[in-house]
C-alpha cells in the first residue's frame, strides 16, 4: 500500500452462500485450519508448502486490525472446511494510481471435502465480498498450471484466463512449471457471475 493511512472497510463476512457460511475467524478455528494446512495433498500445490502453527495462529488473529486482509473462514453445517484469503492491494501505474482498488483471492479446502464445491463456493464468494462489499474494481488470482483442480474453480467462479507465465513458479518434484493467471473486473462481475 502507499504511505496513506488505510481505514479497515467493515468486514464483508459472514456471509451464507451455497449450503456455507463464510465468516471470520475466532480462536477456535485456528485448531481446525491447522488441522488441514499443512497436510500433503495441501501442499502439494502451494508455494507456501509449510506453515508453523504459531505463525497460522498470529496470521489469523491479526486478520480483524488489518485495513487490506479480509480472509475468512469457511464452515458447513458447523464445521471449518476451508479458507478463503482477500487482500486489497493497490492497482499497479503511474503516479497517482488511487489506493487499494484491486484485490487478490485464493484459497485452501480440507482435502476430506475435496470435490463438493466447496472451492468453487469459496471462489464466489470472495468475488462477491470484493466487489459487492468493499466495492474493488479488479481481483486476480493465480494457480500452478498443472493444478487442474484450481483451475477449475477459478473459471467456475466466472474468472478470465489472462496470462500464462511459462516456467514460472518452482515446484519441488515437478521443478519449473508454468503460472496461470486469472482476473475479474467489477463490471464483468455485474454482467456476468454477479
Known amino acids: 500500500m502507499s504511505g496513506l493511512p488505510v481505514v479497515r472497510h467493515e468486514t464483508p463476512w459472514p456471509l451464507s452462500s451455497d449450503g456455507l457460511l463464510f465468516r471470520e475467524a475466532v480462536e477456535a478455528d485456528v ?8 497436510l500433503p495433498e495441501v501442499n502439494h500445490f502451494m508455494v507456501r508448502t509449510h506453515v508453523d502453527p504459531e505463525d497460522l495462529r498470529r496470521e489469523w488473529r491479526a486478520v480483524p486490525d488489518s485495513p487490506t486482509d479480509f480472509s475468512c473462514v469457511v464452515e458447513r453445517d458447523g ?10 492491494v493497490d492497482g499497479p501505474g503511474q503516479p497517482g494510481v488511487p489506493d487499494g482498488t484491486d484485490g487478490l483471492i485464493g484459497y485452501i479446502v480440507d ?21 459487492d462489499d468493499l466495492g474493488l474494481r479488479r481481483v486476480t488470482a493465480a494457480a500452478y498450471a498443472d493444478n487442474p483442480a484450481s483451475v477449475r474453480v477459478l473459471e467456475g ?6 496470462r500464462v ?11 519449473w512449471i508454468d503460472e496461470v493467471g486469472y482476473a475479474l473486473l467489477a463490471d464483468e462481475w455485474r454482467d456476468g457471475p454477479g
Open 79 to 88: 464445521e471449518v472446511v476451508a479458507m478463503g484469503f482477500l487482500d486489497v
Open 157 to 162: 467462479a466466472g474468472m478470465r484466463r489472462e
Open 165 to 175: 507465465s511459462v516456467q514460472a513458479l518452482w515446484h519441488h518434484e515437478l521443478g
Open 111 to 131: 482435502p476430506r471435502v475435496a470435490g463438493q464445491g466447496i472451492g468453487s463456493a469459496t471462489a464466489r464468494a470472495l468475488l462477491r465480498a470484493a466487489f
Open 31 to 38: 485448531e481446525a485450519l491447522q488441522s488441514f494446512r499443512n
